[in-house]
């Protein structure tokens, strides 16, 4: 079975730029996740989808991040204006929830983003 | 809130040794999962074993094995005869189970792990 996909796996910008990211899901896993990790730190969540609806975006900046989940597989995330802060890799993640189990998360390759 | 702690930011083995990483946590829960993933260089979070809180068996898949103590909120990870593709980060998560929460891993900060030949 094919893993989780991302891409691009590398991306760098000028600072004030929009860029975007894509994750196409485990085929069949209907929650997905887009995580932040920066540089010698775990991952931290940044949004998660049940379906098409993002049932926790607590942690999500909304002034300048966004994201969506068209038809409940694949998924954008975007930033716009990135800032230099915003180096760092972004995970996404899919599971699929078992009748009244914790689902177990798999992990894309990330995609690292360089902004200058 | 939930914690995860890895107090060794770093470790080496040489290769066919044992090495034992540690992973503590806190919580106010009763029912949870733990987990630990490697991280090699290409970034790909790989998971390694899965713990449910309400097993008293200890998890082990193949030369990976835990050492869960509920009560002391431990979770440590011992890897024998460790090879050189066992190097990389690892890191230990947490996440509740709840029938309608947040299903959100909260990690530590990761151990790196190298392997001498």
């Known amino acids: 079975e094919a893993g989780v996909v991302q891409s691009p796996r590398y991306k760098i910008i000028e600072k004030k730029q929009p860029v975007a990211f894509w994750c196409n899901p485990i085929s069949g896993h209907n929650t997905l996740y887009w995580y932040l990790q920066n540089l010698g730190q775990g991952p931290e969540l940044l949004i998660r989808?049940?379906?098409?609806?993002?049932?926790?975006d607590s942690q999500l900046p909304k002034d300048r991040f966004s994201a969506e989940r068209l038809k409940g597989v694949d998924s954008t995330l975007k930033i716009q204006p990135a800032e230099l802060g915003d180096s760092a890799v972004y995970l996404c993640?899919?599971?699929?929830?078992?009748?009244?189990?914790?689902?177990?998360?798999?992990f894309g390759p990330g995609t690292r983003l360089t902004v200058l | 809130a939930q914690t995860v702690t890895q107090s060794q930011p770093e470790m080496s083995v040489q290769e066919a040794e044992t090495v034992t990483l540690s992973c503590t946590y806190d919580?106010?829960?009763?029912?949870?999962?733990l987990f630990w993933y490697k991280q090699p260089p290409s970034r790909q979070m790989i998971l390694v074993i899965r713990?449910?809180?309400?097993?008293?068996q200890n998890a082990t898949e193949n030369r990976f094995s835990v050492n869960f103590q509920k009560a002391a909120k431990s979770f440590s990870l011992k890897i024998s005869d460790s090879q050189l593709g066992d190097a990389a980060m690892y890191f230990c998560a947490y996440t509740p189970y709840s029938g309608a929460g947040s299903y959100q891993l909260t990690f530590g900060k990761g151990t790196k792990l190298s392997v001498i030949p």
């Open positions: 989808y049940e379906n098409e609806e993002a049932v926790d």
């Open positions: 713990q449910e809180a309400y097993k008293q």
């Open positions: 993640a899919s599971s699929h929830r078992t009748s009244g189990d914790t689902d177990t998360q798999y």
């Open positions: 919580t106010s829960e009763s029912d949870y999962y």
